[in-house]
């Protein structure tokens, strides 16, 4: 198989090293909108050549769409003027519903929507790492015009990097990631912009309880400000979810209610044992 | 030095271990309101033997008072009634204003209050563990009263585990701690609590995001309580600080106000870095 990667970033190279690993593809000609990240992608082993979108993708057998989220549905339809008929073409955004509608309208190409559920603070071709998705999960979230063949090869591919494999519809995936990525990166962000007046008298004071519940707010902005845009409406029901939830707390606490404080730990310990499967 | 432990859970028990292992202690006598824990304490090697709390504390040189932070202040008086006089009396509470105030109270003995910034969401002495203080840093919270040589002999300790020491005025640290420690806590649990009637369709799909922001919400809700109802008006302000910088995140997020989200990210990101002092 010859893979054309469009976007060559942590998720992106890392799912092509993988690939590259595991030998199930013979060959990667990446792009990317910056072109230091394009030389680094080849430098990185990620890449055997660049070249301009257009031309990698005539070539292609399948087409790995790894750029910002908000991009997806343009590139969809610029890889589908290019690519030749019936190409497999998949991608790794983190929201679904706007991109497989894109994909379903796309002509020629046969696409399936992606989401691997894996990704660090770290971002760029020189953050990519083979073993990424180890274990991991990845989301699949076909239409009822995907082509059933396409689905299947896209999970061989995942399964081949190291990934377990699942489907779930594309807008139910955009509610659902709302709520266990999303809200947390806005809680985490809002947490450490909390205290940006009072860093000189905060400075090493934080344990490790500040750095794990803030460890995403070092993310950068680029692919949670899309994110944030793309999914508003799941965000914000739970946002106003999670704010209702911090007015009981702010409650129990000026009231130095031990038992409402002690019944909403005892949630939270349950809620998150069983979202972990723990 | 004959050391009394008047708690023999993960912060006193590791603060026991790492002395001993360091060499900076001669004998380990344990007391826990839990037989049970007691008895752990000997099968880890915490403690040497156990008795009850007057008689462990009449043979000690030191005393250190690891028991949950509301129960501190009194076990301070209890210590100072058994203690031969002039004993080295040192605590870990993670709030420090009522306890120097009940230090400097107590007759005969001379107290020193002291937070280690280290920790985990276990707990109990089996998880306890030598090297848990190592390159950790320990605030010593000295008042007019403290005897400055007890004040060094504390220092030493606490070097002895591999920790770096510190000085704060005692209120200042309950401000500043409020800010690094209970309210990423709050927020933690609020976070994973208010996700509590969804588990079924949300479990299995969180990645690290949801499981480092959330990870300090398994703590067990005995220490937390006690913090919030002792440190109330601190978290207070603080959690207000937080619902502030929230409604800014809410109002950016519904009116797709991505400069507004970008400059919040990056006082996020600023401040974060200038907290870790990376």
């Not at 792009?31 to 031309?55: F, K, M, N, S, Y």
């Given at each position: ?28 000609i990446g792009c990317d ?56 073409v998949t991608d790794v ?138 999914n508003r409406e799941a ?44």
């Amino acid at each position: 198989l010859r893979l054309a990667l469009v976007g060559c970033g942590l998720v992106g190279g890392s799912f092509a090293l993988a690939l590259r690993e595991a030998g199930a593809i013979a060959s990667v000609i990446g792009c990317d909108a910056d072109p230091q990240a394009a030389a680094r992608a080849v430098a990185c082993g990620i890449a055997d050549e660049t070249g301009p979108l257009g031309a990698i993708v005539a070539h292609a057998d399948v087409v790995v769409i790894a750029v910002p989220v908000r991009a997806i549905p343009e590139t969809i339809g610029q890889v589908a003027a290019a690519a030749r008929r019936g190409t497999l073409v998949t991608d790794v955004g983190s929201t679904k519903g706007e991109i497989v509608r894109a994909g379903d309208r796309a002509g020629g190409i046969r696409f399936v929507g992606a989401h691997p559920l894996a990704g660090t603070e770290r971002s760029g071709p020189d953050a990519a790492d083979a073993r990424l998705f180890r274990g991991r999960k990845v989301l699949l979230t076909p239409t009822a015009r995907t082509d059933a063949a396409a689905r299947d090869e896209v999970a061989r591919l995942w399964q081949a990097a190291g990934a377990r494999v699942a489907e779930l519809d594309a807008d139910e995936h955009d509610r659902r990631l709302a709520a266990v990525s999303h809200l947390p990166h806005v809680v985490a962000y809002a947490l450490a912009g909390a205290l940006e007046t009072s860093v000189p008298e905060l400075a090493g004071l934080a344990g490790g309880g500040f750095t794990d519940t803030t460890r995403i707010a070092s993310t950068p902005p680029s692919m949670w400000l899309d994110v944030f845009v793309e999914n508003r409406e799941a965000v914000l029901a739970w946002v106003d979810a999670y704010l209702a939830e911090m007015a009981i707390w702010r409650e129990a606490i000026a009231a130095g209610d031990v038992t409402k404080m002690r019944e909403r730990i005892a949630a939270a310990r349950a809620a998150r044992a069983g979202i972990l499967g723990a």
